[in-house]
């Protein structure tokens, strides 16, 4: 992908609207970018979460620029508490998506700028916050990108990798520094997995019981739909150790035109790590080609299952 | 400026209307945001807020909006705005300079000044904005004050600070390249990019900016000053001491204030919403205030 600004790039940017939407927590600022004239429009609007619409390398920018040039309306805008937004953020929780804010912005495309029907996509919490909406809004949500979500309510990994070799190997081989941040960690995590143990779920044993049950309600109100969605996740990302939990669970429990819906597609090494730039704009360039082929390919069940190593997608961008 | 809308701000503590869209600078579309002011007690003036770069822009961001609409809200009419290759505005970052940066903080003080009827500008800025505001002010002269928020004093140590946060947040993750910050500084000069924590450093602005120094660029600076340090020290570190000096020696007015709540400047804001400080909006304004 090109991550230099195109022509057809600069000219949606000049055509981009500031817009004001109400919602539950005041007014939400964002940016509609109109699709372009000169290609045939899509009919879908594209809204990307992120914290702030620019959030990271201004990734929500560029995509929104780039669906637009391909016949997309695209909407970003800032959570509520952050950027030029209204309201207060005081924490911020992976198992708590902000579902009030972008149903707000579904529901304000569709009065104000009479979009119809939506794709949505966001990383880790935001991904989680696009999942959220279909519970309310499925039978106008096209699709869904969901990268590498944080699937359990409580933050650190899955029982078994609590303690694992490499772990112990990092730790005893690994700087002062690192030893501290670890048993930090460690004794946090040590107060999670005790209320896990005391929590009680009818009808689900330990391992299920990590699956957060705001999950499970958003996985469910996507398998009901008709919604396509893509899971993005990394192989050694523990967001994809905990994912392995729905995928031995929830996923194998679907039958075939539901699980033909739903792509999981995993990369080498890890994704989620924000440090790595470089992935994240492989990331953002797979989501928005995704959603793109999406809309034009018509869906068939051979289009859907795992596809793992997407080595070609993850070598193919850089700085 | 193109597709501009009103709007209000409730939670500023004090209304005010924005106007919100794009304005040019060279061939780019800069997005800029004018906060209108209810009544209006800047004298002639308007404020311009120059932002950070890089993960600190993102850092910064949520506090330079309420900053503006806070001072449009006691009666200052403000201005901010996103450069080239930064926010919401067009440009590609990998062939930005700093040149181009002051250049687009020029646009946004003609903007500010014509939509605001003033004829002098108020500079806030923040971090790496301070060398670009303080380049600003160095080709203009209708600089009236200066708010400086923790100001990088020379652009090599701001990336030089990218760089470490960088490699701490390697070690944190157990991965130790083995690479020191002038390893880094090498690969950036062969490369012409560097990936930093959640952005990239480039070539084009380490070359234009590296030898920028904020008392040189105010070497003939006297006019009223703000030196806001957000750092946990209690007192003044001997940079901010030396350039408050330096502007008193010259008959400038200068204030002060230390801000014990240090964001994490180089890092992305994951788990925690965007900084805010209170006590530095208020530290503002009250400055602002007391030019009148």
């Known amino acids: 992908m090109d991550w230099n600004e195109t022509p057809a790039e600069l000219a949606r940017a000049w055509s981009e609207q500031p817009v004001i939407i109400p919602s539950q927590s005041g007014e939400l600022h964002g940016i509609f970018t109109p699709p372009a004239a000169e290609v045939s429009p899509t009919g879908i609007c594209a809204i990307l979460f992120s914290r702030n619409r620019w959030w990271c390398d201004r990734l929500s920018v560029k995509a929104a620029r780039w669906l637009a040039s391909r016949g997309f309306s695209c909407l970003r805008f800032d959570y509520h508490g952050f950027g030029e937004s209204e309201g207060v953020c005081s924490e911020i929780h992976g198992d708590r998506p902000f579902t009030e804010d972008g149903l707000a912005a579904v529901q304000w495309m569709r009065k ?72 930090q960690r460690a004794v946090r995590r040590c107060f999670n997995l005790l209320r896990l143990f005391l929590e009680k779920r009818a009808g689900e044993d330990l391992i299920e019981r990590q699956i957060s049950a705001n999950f499970k309600r958003d996985f469910q109100a996507l398998v009901r739909s008709k919604t396509r969605c893509l899971f993005l996740q990394g192989r050694d990302d523990p967001q994809y150790y905990a994912f392995q939990l729905v995928e031995r669970t929830l996923l194998a429990r679907l039958n075939a035109e539901q699980r033909a819906r739903i792509t999981v597609e995993v990369w080498p090494g890890r994704i989620h790590p924000l440090d790595n730039p470089g992935t994240l704009r492989k990331v953002i360039a797979r989501t928005i080609a995704w959603i793109d082929d999406c809309v034009r390919s018509p869906h068939s069940v051979r289009h859907s299952q795992y596809t793992s190593a997407m080595t070609e997608i993850a070598g193919g961008a850089s700085a | 400026m193109s597709q501009a809308v009103l709007i209000s701000n409730r939670d500023a503590a004090d209304l005010c209307q924005e106007q919100r869209g794009y304005f040019p600078s060279a061939s780019a579309a800069l997005y800029g945001v004018y906060c209108v002011p209810q009544k209006y007690l800047g004298r002639d003036r308007v404020v311009v807020f120059c932002h950070a770069s890089g993960i600190e822009h993102m850092v910064t961001q949520r506090m330079q909006v309420l900053a503006s609409r806070k001072a449009a809200g006691t009666g200052f009419p403000a201005f901010r705005y996103d450069s080239r290759g930064h926010g919401d505005s067009t440009g590609d970052p990998n062939d930005l300079t700093f040149e181009d940066l002051v250049d687009d903080a020029c646009a946004a003080a003609d903007h500010a000044k014509a939509v605001s009827r003033a004829s002098e500008v108020i500079w806030v800025a923040v971090r790496f904005g301070c060398l670009v505001a303080a380049a600003a002010i160095g080709r203009r002269n209708d600089g009236a004050a200066l708010a400086l928020w923790e100001p990088v004093h020379q652009a090599r140590e701001y990336f030089r ?18 690479a020191t910050v002038e390893d880094c500084l090498s690969e950036l000069e062969a490369r012409g990019v560097l990936p930093v924590v959640g952005s990239y450093l480039y070539g084009a602005l380490w070359h234009s900016s590296r030898d920028a120094d904020l008392g040189s660029l105010l070497a003939t600076w006297k006019r009223n000053t703000l030196i806001a340090q957000v750092q946990r020290r209690p007192g003044l570190s001997v940079n901010n001491q030396n350039l408050l000096s330096t502007i008193e020696g010259r008959g400038g007015e200068v204030a002060v204030t230390l801000i014990g709540q240090e964001p994490s400047w180089g890092m992305l804001p994951v788990v925690r919403p965007q900084w805010v400080s209170q006590e530095l909006l208020t530290a503002t304004t009250e400055w602002l205030h007391g030019m009148e």
């Open chain 2, 161 to 178: 600070t990218a760089i470490r946060t960088k490699l701490f947040c390697e070690v944190a993750q157990g991965r130790r390249s083995g």
């Open chain 1, 112 to 183: 104000a700028f009479a979009q119809r029907r939506f794709v949505l996509s966001g990383f880790c919490l935001d991904g989680r916050t696009a999942l959220s909406i279909i519970k309310h809004e499925g039978d106008t949500i096209e699709a869904v990108v969901c990268s590498s979500p944080e699937v359990t309510s409580y933050p650190g990994d899955v029982l078994n990798r609590v303690i694992t070799l490499e772990k112990t190997r990092a730790f005893l081989l690994g700087p002062v520094t690192f030893k501290k941040v670890t048993l």
